[in-house]
């Protein structure tokens, strides 16, 4: 059997995996809780799998161990400063947030929780947020679509075109019956797959060269500066850049709507410790990766052509073919974590927060399902237009958009969890702010303004945010809700709480 049919057999087994994940789902699903945050039944493993599959992508897998391939270790100030965004996330977000949201009155999306936590009655702040979110999101989804689409087409040679509709229908399939649930389980296994490769390909590309001193050696001889995690072409600035990529963790969507998920905020703990556990290990098999890659191929067959397939060439050179398939969907894997995450999201937006804003009366729980299955296939069918011709364009966004979500959305929702002075105004005020820095600093170049657009966009938003509220004043049953939404997270972390209600 050539290795091209046990590729094939790999991804097929894969995709049939992830589709029985979303019929399972489709049975357990009744009513827009279930289907937006699984009835808030999730789990400490499946949030943090979740979370952290949904957050990685494809960068995880071929981004990463390709700019360490290229430059060593002193491009892992990225993965530093997103592992450091991701625990502080965890630890500060993630309970409040749990607890809080439920207290507003059973928020199920970030714009509708915004509007509720401000007693927002004319519905604007809930309304732009919904909307930024619906935008970014539509191209996030494409962007994965795109990326899924040229997969197949380096991988397997197929058309583009083709490639990107079996990627986006999968996803699509699972995500649209099963909802919240279906991404949630299928993230798990993407989420396993994704470290059981990242640390199966450096051990046996460690065993390949012999062992960890003989991997050292050869590293060392080939280039001993590939070990320095501060280079010559190392500044300050640089390195702020890649630290910061972590505060855009506060303000992604598709990866805090996982801590409402939780069946309780006491398990946020539980949590952070599987979720940032996952991803130093993901991390570091990455860098291993790279590591490994460098003694490989510039040992025994010189450098490759594409810094990128690193993690694909070792698997392809040191496991059996039907192994090396699943390698392949690995980064498969990581690409359709992302996407179903994303759509998903996007389906909220038009539902909850646009939707029924504008209807502005309540849906039967059969109904309500019904619109979110329709927003999915809405979102879906833009975003497959959208990428119907690779665009670079689209995935150049991505960047701009991580700045976007976290310098608009991340220091709003900080307040909201910790500051009882938030206002509306104020909110609404710093999101506009957050999102216009990043828009404006991203177009200039030279000195401070190389700095990475999310750290200016960030601030400005939280000193907007703070000015406007010390201007206005919040109604008075705000405060009494933050009070007891902290007083339940109190009561959780002495382990005494029960379940919050609305």
Not at 95 to 116: C, D, E, K, M, W
Not at 262 to 284: F, K, N, V, Y
Request: with cysteine.
């Amino acid at each position: 059997m050539s290795d091209h049919a046990y590729q094939t057999i790999a991804m097929i087994v894969y995709f049939v995996a992830m589709i029985l994940i979303g019929l399972w789902a489709y049975r357990r699903t009744t009513d827009i809780d279930d289907y937006m945050l699984a009835g808030r039944r999730l789990g400490p493993v499946a949030t943090a799998l979740s979370a952290g599959a949904s957050d990685m992508s494809g960068w995880l897998l071929m981004g990463l161990p390709g700019a360490l391939y290229v430059s060593g270790l002193v491009e892992l100030w990225i993965a530093i400063g997103l592992t450091v965004g991701a625990w502080l996330n965890w630890k500060y977000t993630a309970p409040r947030l749990r607890t809080y949201t439920q207290v507003a009155h059973n928020s199920l999306t970030i714009p509708t929780f915004l509007g509720r936590r401000l007693h927002d009655s004319s519905r604007l702040l809930q309304i732009t947020a919904g909307i930024i979110t619906l935008v970014f999101f539509t191209f996030y989804v494409s962007s994965g679509m795109v990326a899924g689409g040229k997969f197949f087409n380096s991988s397997f040679g197929m058309d583009y075109r083709v490639g990107m509709l079996i990627v986006a229908g999968t996803t699509v399939l699972y995500t649209l019956v099963g909802g919240f649930l279906a991404v949630a389980y299928t993230d798990v296994v993407q989420g396993l797959m994704m470290v059981t490769a990242l640390v199966a390909v450096p051990v046996a590309g460690i065993i390949h060269l012999g062992g960890i001193g003989p991997l050292v050696r050869t590293v060392t001889e080939l280039d001993p500066t590939t070990w320095a995690l501060w280079g010559a072409s190392t500044t300050v600035l640089g390195v702020v850049s890649s630290i910061a990529w972590g505060l855009g963790y506060f303000g992604q969507p598709h990866i805090i709507v996982r801590f409402m998920a939780l069946e309780s905020p006491q398990q946020a703990r539980a949590g952070r410790r599987i979720g940032i556990g996952w991803m130093i290990l993901a991390c570091l098999g990455a860098a291993a990766t790279a590591i490994v890659g460098i003694a490989v191929h510039r040992r025994d067959s010189g450098s490759l052509a594409d810094p990128e397939t690193v993690f694909l060439s070792l698997g392809q050179l040191l496991f059996h073919p039907l192994v090396a398939g699943f390698m392949l969907a690995a980064i498969l894997a990581a690409i359709m974590s992302t996407i179903s995450s994303q759509l998903l999201v996007s389906s909220s937006a038009l539902v909850e927060d646009l939707y029924r804003a504008f209807l502005k009366r309540d849906l039967t729980p059969q109904r309500s399902v019904l619109i979110g299955r329709i927003g999915v296939l809405v979102v879906s069918v833009i975003a497959a237009i959208l990428a119907w011709d690779a665009n670079d364009t689209i995935l150049r966004l991505v960047a701009f958009a991580w700045a976007g979500f976290g310098a608009a959305f991340g220091p709003i929702v900080i307040l909201t969890l910790y500051w009882r002075r938030l206002t509306r105004w104020g909110a609404l005020a710093g999101m506009a702010t957050g999102a216009i820095v990043v828009a404006i600093w991203g177009t200039l170049e030279g000195g401070v303004f190389d700095v990475y657009e999310i750290l200016p966009g960030f601030l400005a938003n939280l000193a907007m945010a703070m000015g406007v509220s010390f201007l206005s004043t919040p109604p008075p049953a705000v405060a009494e809700e933050f009070s007891r939404a902290v007083a339940l997270v109190e009561d959780f972390s002495r382990g005494d709480g029960t379940e919050a209600h609305s």
